[in-house]
């Protein structure tokens, strides 16, 4: 039977019947794996470009020098270390009674500082104050500082002045435009102060009193191998755990930089939605070129029944031809797939500033694995079909009613499609809302289609033109063929609207999480007495609407009566977050950018205190809903009951609080207060204005950390517009597919309306009108199912806030009417061309 199989793999490739399925599965295939290639590569190159928020693949804080001995294994496993000491003093410029002091975050760095990421200098303020500079991979030489361009200011000071740092006068050479790992801590939110480690010593400023962050700087000699930094780290919480250590912490993007990780965890859901839409496309085309496939074959397969071949032998013929062509389709796919993620790598040279990681062998593994399963899944029942084509039918044109088991094998695809969604996105959630949407779709667009055929039957007579009637006596005498039409041309406008009018809200969306104009200037230590004159000047620099927000530290003492000691949590993490005071606020409001996930908010009761604990905090100290926490705040107690958990937008760059307390219970609390808002690059002297007003502010700019936030996002934007380019390739071979899947059937009724009467023109018209009700109905549903889907994404994975654009639905009904017409026209043009009497003979 294998080699009758090939024999019939060869004629039907001569007669072209597996030309428009080989297409179909290349075109999916290299649509999964074009996308498959560059996420990978995409994905490895965020997280290793990433790394340099940190300035290393891994960073060890402590409070007090790094032992010896850490080093030494580093050294030993061949890993690239770099040394800062970063502390709070004062800096002091200029002589006698004119001199002026500011209190600055002062760093010292060892050479190869940072080891991932680069430095940026200049000496220019206003081009510093933009983040622009020359690249470096120098450190300051010693003799000589580096500083943040609003300490010029804030010291009456210039590049080339001498800078006092405890016993050391050391000269400003550089200004530091942006700084990669400076983070968004409240110990960087003073300016910076760079020196060289080897002028550290000298300054006096570090003894055993000195609040100071030691921090060791770790990386792989191989940007793209991390395999040693993550064994390294396993032996170093060994000896963290075994040794019961303090004041350690190790660092990540998931601890250190919750923003950024925030980011790219967003980044790479959407990167995850491209490849779903990518493989429901697939299996629709698949599917499709299957069952026209499967139409096609039904004269010969009872043909090869009369000749004597057995149910058994034509099922083993058919499942060796479609896995030949699987097979094939799905390499040439690979390769396909393979060449255009260089095309893409080359259309967006210019945002890739690094060399992205080698091709990993994953996503050619997955292409040929996903051909096949399409191919199985989708194909696989309308081959048990052709099995049972009765012999007959070479005399009567008749087809018989599926059997049960090919009909069962549907649920196969089904099962294989949600497996394929789950493998592709990688995410649960995700996969199953998607997938939900799509097999939801299916149901309700054949139901409405169905429908649309039972109410279009009343209308045949609504108008008086020809036309009319022949569209829609068409439409009813091929209900089946219709309904399938309409659902496989409304599945596949769903997934083109999805990724052109509803994925630009999402985008937009996902963008306006990190707006242009987040705030990047913290105000802190505001006194209750100074908060008018705050505002005043704030409204007078055109700040829109500022809001304080009250501030309380305080230490948290115990939960739910117990006292918190040295040994109540057992991961590190906690230990620090509950060995350090708080940043309380209390507000009887929601905070913008809040989301309450779980309970209720405050009530306010006199009496009543009622806290407000942010979920990741919750799940780090192992908290719940109606638990208790004892906060002393400068000696004043106050034991509040959990009675709401929020969920924040770490990227939006807003002033957050991990816990808000109600206003009644923290009355009497010693109270300074905060502010957050965005200055444009031409207001930058706001800041020197405030601390010349009130010396006791301290003014932070963030800017460098929005700029860092939204590099990331602008890159992976332009990489997922660029990615649905992709994935349209395969939405057109579903519409096409869909729109041919009755040219036999057309060209039959055509040839004998004409030999009974009916002029080309008539019929031709009529096409359209056909084509016209199809497209239209295809296009609202495919906008309804669009919009509910992005609905869902935005509401239940993305987190996003949701608005309906009425523009959808006028998309998708002119997209859906162009694409019927277009596509009709070119796969029915030569049905009306062809001469009646050819047509009835060929029938």
């Not at 048990?384 to 196969?412: C, D, K, M, S, W």
């Amino acid at each position: 039977m294998f080699v009758q199989a090939l024999r019939m793999t060869a004629r039907d490739w001569r007669a072209g019947e597996l030309r428009f399925l080989l297409v179909a599965l290349i075109v999916a295939v290299a649509a999964l794996t074009s996308v498959g290639f560059f996420t990978d590569r995409m994905r490895a190159g965020m997280d290793r470009d990433a790394h340099q928020l940190l300035g290393a693949d891994l960073l060890v804080k402590t409070d007090d020098p790094v032992p010896q001995a850490w080093r030494d294994e580093a050294a030993r496993r061949g890993l690239l270390l770099a040394d800062t000491v970063t502390f709070p003093s004062m800096a002091q410029a200029g002589e006698g009674d004119e001199s002026l002091a500011q209190l600055s975050s002062i760093k010292a760095v060892s050479t190869g500082y940072p080891l991932r990421g680069q430095m940026k200098i200049t000496t220019d303020p206003v081009a510093a104050s933009g983040a622009r500079g020359e690249p470096t991979r120098d450190v300051p030489a010693p003799g000589t500082v580096w500083v943040d361009p609003g300490l010029l200011a804030q010291l009456s000071t210039q590049v080339g002045g001498m800078l006092t740092l405890g016993n050391s006068q050391l000269r400003i050479t550089q200004l530091i435009a942006t700084e990669p790992d400076k983070g968004a801590s409240f110990a960087n939110f003073a300016p910076r102060v760079m020196l060289s480690m080897a002028d550290l010593k000298a300054t006096g400023l570090v003894d055993d009193f000195a609040r100071v962050d030691f921090r060791l700087q770790i990386a792989s000699t191989n940007r793209n191998d991390l395999t040693a930094i993550k064994a390294y780290e396993t032996w170093l919480r060994a000896q963290i755990n075994d040794g019961n250590l303090k004041g350690v912490r190790i660092e990540t993007l998931e601890n250190g930089r919750p923003e950024m990780r925030a980011t790219l965890d967003r980044a790479g859901l959407f990167l995850s939605l491209v490849g779903l839409l990518s493989a429901m496309l697939a299996a629709v085309a698949v599917a499709m070129a299957a069952r026209r496939f499967m139409s096609r074959h039904l004269d010969a397969c009872a043909m090869l029944r009369c000749l004597g071949l057995t149910q058994n032998q034509v099922t083993v013929m058919y499942v060796t031809e479609f896995a030949l062509v699987g097979l094939l389709g799905s390499v040439l796919g690979v390769l396909v797939g393979f060449g255009a993620h260089f095309v893409l790598l080359e259309l967006i040279a210019s945002l890739i500033r690094t060399e992205l990681p080698p091709v990993s062998i994953l996503p050619a593994l997955q292409g040929v694995a996903t051909g096949m399963l399409l191919l199985v899944g989708f194909a696989l029942p309308p081959i048990l079909q052709l099995r049972n084509v009765p012999h007959n039918r070479v005399i009567r044109r008749e087809a018989g009613a599926p059997q049960p088991a090919a009909l069962a094998t549907y649920g196969l695809g089904v099962g294989a499609f949600v497996l394929l969604l789950y493998w592709q996105a990688g995410d649960l959630t995700l996969a199953l809302i998607t997938a939900g949407g799509f097999l939801g779709g299916f149901a309700v667009f054949a139901l409405v289609a169905w429908l649309g055929l039972k109410l279009l039957r009343r209308m045949r007579n609504l108008f008086p033109q020809q036309a009319w009637r022949f569209a829609v006596t068409s439409l009813q005498r091929r209900p089946g063929a219709t309904v399938v039409q309409v659902v496989s041309l409304s599945l596949g406008l769903m997934a083109l609207l999805l990724l052109t009018v509803v994925r630009g809200d999402l985008m937009a969306a996902w963008q306006s999480a990190t707006p242009a104009d987040a705030p990047n200037r913290f105000v802190i230590n505001i006194l209750p007495e100074q908060t008018e004159g705050v505002e005043d000047q704030l409204q007078a620099a055109n700040v829109k609407e500022p809001v304080l927000f009250p501030m309380i530290r305080g230490r948290l003492t115990a939960i739910n009566g117990a006292a918190i000691k040295s040994d109540t949590f057992a991961d590190g993490e906690a230990r620090r977050l509950a060995n350090r005071e708080f940043n309380l606020s209390t507000t009887n409001a929601l905070p913008e950018g809040n989301e309450v996930v779980e309970g209720s908010w405050f009530r306010d009761a006199p009496g009543l205190a009622e806290a407000s604990v942010e979920k990741s905090i919750m799940d780090r100290l192992g908290l719940k809903l109606g638990d208790s926490l004892r906060f002393d705040m400068a000696g004043l107690m106050v034991d509040a009951k959990i009675t709401s958990v929020r969920k924040l937008e770490w990227g939006s760059m807003r002033a957050n609080f991990f816990v808000i307390i109600n206003p009644a219970a923290m009355a009497n609390a010693p109270t300074t207060y905060m502010t957050a808002f965005h200055v444009p690059a031409e207001g930058a002297n706001l800041g020197n204005a405030l601390t010349r007003a009130y010396p006791n502010l301290t003014v932070v700019d963030v800017s460098g950390i929005i700029r860092q936030l939204q590099d990331v996002l602008d890159q992976v934007v332009v990489a997922v517009e660029f990615l649905f380019l992709f994935t349209l390739a395969s939405g057109v071979l579903v519409l096409y597919a869909a729109l041919m899947g009755s040219t036999s059937e057309r060209t039959r009724e055509g040839g004998l309306l004409r030999a009974l009467g009916a002029t080309r023109q008539q019929l031709a018209r009529a096409q359209r009108i056909e084509f016209v009700l199809v497209g239209g109905l295809s296009g609202l549903l495919a906008a309804t199912g669009a919009a509910a889907l992005g609905w869902a994404l935005a509401t239940y994975q993305f987190k996003f806030p949701w608005t309906f654009a009425p523009g959808v639905w006028l998309a998708g009904l002119v997209v859906g009417i162009l694409c019927a017409i277009i596509g009709g026209w070119f796969g029915l043009r030569g049905v009306l061309r062809q001469p009646p009497l050819q047509t009835l003979r060929e029938a």
